[in-house]
C-alpha cells in the first residue's frame, strides 16, 4: 500500500484508510465482534495504516472495537476519533445535538482514549460544527489538549471554508473530513482550494456513496432496519433508479481497466490531489481487498476529463440528507 502525508503535516497514512462507523453502526445487523477485529487485523496485514472512528458511533462501542482490534500494530496505525455531539440524557444542548464547549471536549478526549487503549489521540476532528461554541474555543481546546501530550493531531469534519480558516489561524488543522465523491463534489468549490492554500489534508468519507456507486445497490434493494440510507432521499427507489447513469459511467472506466466501480470511484479520489485519503467502510474482506486495490489503479489525464465531461451531463436525483440534517453541514 502507498502512503501519504495529509497535507503538510507530519501525519503519514495508508493511501486508503478503512471508516469504522458501518462496522457495528448505521448499517443493518453488525457483525460478530470477533469477526470485525479479525478484519481490521486482516487491514493492517494488507496494509491499511489509518483507521476513523468516533465516540458517536454505537455510540462509544466502536471507539473500543477499534481500539482492541490494531492495538498489536498500535505503533504502526494511525486513528482518527471525533467529539462533538450531545450524548447526554435527551440531547440536552437542544435539538442539533451537539455540544463543543471546551469541558466537553477535555472529557470526551479523556474517555476515547481510555476505549482506545492509547496514550494520545493521533487525530482528533470535531464531528460537526456547534454554532453555540465559536470555532476559535474548540480550537483552542483542542491546541491546549496537543500542548498537553494528549493529542497530535486536530481536524475538522464537514466544516465550511471560513470556519476551516478561522480554526486553522488558532490551531493548524491536519485534516478535513467531508463527503466526497463522483456524485458528491461539493468540497470542490471552497473547501479544497482552503486545503490547498492552507496545507491541510483532506479525507473524504463516504466515498463509494454509501455503497451506491460499488454498482451492488439498486432501485430493489431493502435495507435494515437500523440502516440509515433508509431515511436519506438520495436512497428512495426512484433516486437510486434514476442515479444508475453515474455507476454505468464507472463501470465502463472500469472495463477499460479491468477494475470494479468501486476501484474508478476511489482511483478518481486519490487522482484528485495527492492529500486526498479517502476512507471507505466495509464488514466483508472481498471488498477490503477490492478497496485496497483501487490503490495501484492509475488515472490518466484523459480519463479524468472524460469522467468529468461525462459526470457534467448527469444530474444526481436526490438530496444526500433530509433537509433539517442538510442545514448543520458546511458551516
Not at 488515472?299 to 465531461?309: E, F, K, S
Amino acid at each position: 500500500m502507498r502512503t501519504r502525508k495529509l497535507g503538510n503535516n507530519d501525519l503519514t497514512v495508508s493511501a486508503i484508510g478503512l471508516g469504522c462507523m458501518g462496522l457495528n453502526h448505521h448499517r443493518g445487523p453488525a457483525p460478530e465482534r470477533k469477526e470485525v477485529i479479525a478484519l481490521i487485523r486482516t487491514a493492517v496485514e494488507r496494509g491499511v495504516t489509518f483507521f476513523d472512528t468516533a465516540e458517536v458511533y454505537g455510540p462509544f462501542t466502536n471507539e473500543e472495537i477499534v481500539g482492541e482490534a490494531p492495538e498489536p500494530f498500535r505503533k504502526d496505525v494511525v486513528i482518527a476519533t471525533k467529539f462533538g455531539h450531545d450524548l447526554g440524557p435527551s440531547g440536552s444542548r437542544g435539538s442539533d445535538g451537539l455540544d463543543s464547549r471546551p469541558e466537553r471536549i477535555r472529557q470526551v478526549a479523556e474517555e476515547s482514549l481510555k476505549r482506545l487503549r492509547v496514550e494520545v489521540i493521533d487525530l482528533f476532528y470535531q464531528h460537526r460544527v456547534d454554532p453555540n461554541v465559536p470555532i476559535e474555543d474548540v480550537a483552542g481546546a483542542v491546541k491546549d489538549l496537543i500542548g498537553q501530550g494528549k493529542v497530535n493531531h486536530f481536524g475538522l469534519s464537514e466544516a465550511g471554508a471560513s470556519t476551516i480558516r478561522r480554526a486553522h489561524a488558532v490551531q493548524p488543522l491536519a485534516a478535513i473530513q467531508s463527503e466526497y465523491s463522483i456524485w458528491w463534489r461539493q468540497p470542490e468549490t471552497e473547501v479544497l482550494p482552503a486545503c490547498e492554500e492552507l496545507g491541510i489534508g483532506f479525507v473524504p468519507f463516504s466515498p463509494l456513496g454509501r455503497g451506491f456507486l460499488t454498482g451492488k445497490i439498486d432501485e430493489t434493494t431493502t435495507f435494515g432496519g437500523n440502516d440509515n440510507r433508509v431515511g436519506l432521499p438520495r436512497f428512495t427507489p426512484e433516486a437510486r433508479k434514476a442515479n444508475r447513469p453515474v455507476v454505468d459511467l464507472l463501470a465502463q472506466i472500469g472495463t477499460e481497466k479491468r477494475a470494479t466501480p468501486a476501484q474508478i470511484a476511489l482511483a478518481w479520489l486519490l487522482a484528485q490531489k495527492p492529500w486526498i485519503v479517502p476512507i471507505p467502510g466495509t464488514t466483508k474482506l472481498s471488498r477490503l481487498d477490492e478497496n485496497i486495490a483501487a490503490a495501484a489503479i492509475e488515472l490518466a489525464p484523459d480519463d479524468l476529463r472524460y469522467i468529468d465531461a461525462a459526470a457534467a451531463k448527469i444530474t444526481v436525483q436526490g438530496d444526500r440528507y433530509p433537509q433539517a440534517e442538510a442545514e448543520r453541514t458546511q458551516r
